[in-house]
């Protein structure tokens, strides 16, 4: 028996590498000729994707239905501004000369800044508020008001140990009859800035203007700006001014309408002493007053 030839390990190496790749070869042919097979699996179907298409077109048109809802409303808006008691925004900020004028016409020989008036005359409730209102006036007017009576009250005669002086002043001073009384003297209703609790339209349609007025709150509104008038002048002008406006001009009107009958006649003495419900209101001219602020600063 002849022995076998010795066997090379590079021939088998050789031989093993040969018989992987063309193993490998015919696999990779199989494959190919095999159809792929495609996952429908995660594959969106048809008809939502025409959904889905149909959802988003009805939301653009939802969208612009509401953009233009939204401009229909703010132009409803203007209108109803331009024809409101508030009149139109753009004036909201700007200064009012016309509330200047109207106060400088009641009251000739003082002269209101356009922004001191512009603060009297413009009541809380107006939406211009936000740039300035007459609270802080109005309570100031009130509290310098009350003091100028109390001193009246104390040094009258007729005062009494069972006089009520809390009480006195709340009468006399009550906001509602200052509005009815001093405040439609002063015809302040034409000129002040507030917004009423009904639309001006209502308002004009209505047949008793006057109990519609007091519904509303017209004469409440009107005595807090003459607390604010009173305020305001004592703020510009200074405590002697405020005080002859009180007692010349304020409570002469209220002797009937709230002060005790017992005071009337301390009332007319102080009218009186003072120039009487005509007299003057400033015992210097304006040239004079700014030349003493001038001297003071």
């Given amino acids: 028996m002849l022995p076998l030839p010795p066997i090379c390990h590079h021939e088998v190496g050789t031989v093993a ?6 193993a490998t070869k015919k696999l990779s042919e199989g494959l190919r000729s095999v159809p792929q097979r495609i996952s429908h699996k995660n594959r969106p179907r048809r008809n939502d994707l ?33 024809n409101s008691w508030n009149g139109p925004r753009s004036t909201w900020k700007e200064s009012a000369p016309q509330l200047a004028d109207h106060l400088n016409f009641v009251f000739p020989e003082l002269h209101f800044p356009p922004e001191v008036a512009k603060r009297i005359l413009t009541h809380g409730s ?30 009258s005669s007729a005062l009494k140990k069972d006089h009520n002086l809390d009480e006195i002043v709340a009468r006399t001073l009550n906001s509602y009859t200052l509005g009815e009384v001093v405040g ?18 209502l308002l004009k349609a209505e ?3 006057r109990e519609m007025l007091r519904s509303v709150g017209l004469y409440k509104v009107q005595g807090e700006a003459v607390n604010a008038v009173v305020g305001g002048v004592f703020f510009q002008f200074g405590a002697s001014v ?3 406006l009180f007692h010349t001009r304020v409570l002469p009107l209220l002797i009937d309408h709230g002060l005790p009958l017992a005071f009337s006649e301390d009332a007319r003495v102080a009218c009186k002493r003072l120039g009487g419900e005509d007299g003057k209101l400033l015992l210097l001219d304006p040239l004079t007053l700014e030349q003493v602020a001038e001297t003071a600063s």
Avoid: C
């Fill in 17 to 22: 590498r040969r018989y992987t790749l063309a």
């Fill in 50 to 82: 025409d959904r889905e298409d149909r959802l988003g077109r009805q939301e653009v048109t939802s969208q612009r239905r509401k953009h233009e809802e939204v401009a229909a409303q703010q132009e409803h808006l203007m209108k109803e501004e331009e």
């Fill in 126 to 155: 107006h939406p211009s508020a936000i740039y300035g209102h007459n609270g802080a006036l109005s309570f100031m007017g009130r509290r310098v008001m009350e003091s100028f009576l109390l001193l009246m009250l104390h040094s």
């Fill in 184 to 201: 439609s003297k002063w015809a302040l209703g034409r000129a002040m800035r507030w917004t009423p609790s009904i639309s001006a339209s």
């Fill in 207 to 209: 047949a008793d203007q």
């Fill in 242 to 244: 405020a005080h002859r």
